[in-house]
């Protein structure tokens, strides 16, 4: 299963739209997924494999994965890293019903922010989700802020188009 989510769009009323895609071959995972992000207020769209989800990267950023460890055409651990290389900031979270120390060995190589299994509490999911959505936005803020920083207190000498070299 693959979730991702942007924090780049904002509704009418200035709240945080946050688009999800969930890849599974569980149809019955997608759709329970789908219900439980729908009525928090996320944007949903579904697929059932890894093919499906990096074709779907190429096309739109997204900010968050919720990847499981067993799809039908890909390990999740292959597909954090194939997603990384499109996507570079999102946050990735394993989603397993099949834990074992291979899988989550495999998870910490490949930088997973999160790991959690299945059957998973919903209220436990949506809190790790907007945690490290919330870390993740404030760690490229405070990266953005060093940069600029940077432009303002170059050591050697002040440039005044530092982004422009």
Request: glycine letters at 4%.
């Amino acid at each position: 299963m693959l979730f991702l989510i942007t924090w780049h769009e904002l509704s009418r009323d200035g709240q945080m739209i946050v688009n999800t895609l969930i890849i599974d071959d569980d149809k019955e995972i997608r759709d329970s997924l789908r219900i439980i992000l729908e009525a928090e207020g996320y944007s949903v769209e579904t697929a059932e494999n890894g093919k499906m989800a990096i074709r779907i990267c190429e096309k739109a950023p997204f900010d968050v994965a919720l990847v499981d460890v067993e799809l039908p055409d890909i390990k999740g651990t292959q597909l954090l890293s194939k997603i990384k290389k499109i996507q570079p900031k999102m946050v990735k979270i394993i989603i397993t019903g099949h834990p074992t120390i291979e899988n989550a060995a495999q998870a910490v190589n490949e930088k997973a922010d999160g790991y959690i299994l299945k059957p998973f509490n919903a209220e436990q999911l949506l809190e790790m989700i907007k945690r490290l959505i919330e870390e993740k936005k404030n760690e490229y803020f405070h990266m953005f802020a060093e940069v600029e920083r940077a432009k303002q207190n170059t050591p050697i000498f002040k440039y005044q188009h530092p982004d422009k070299w």
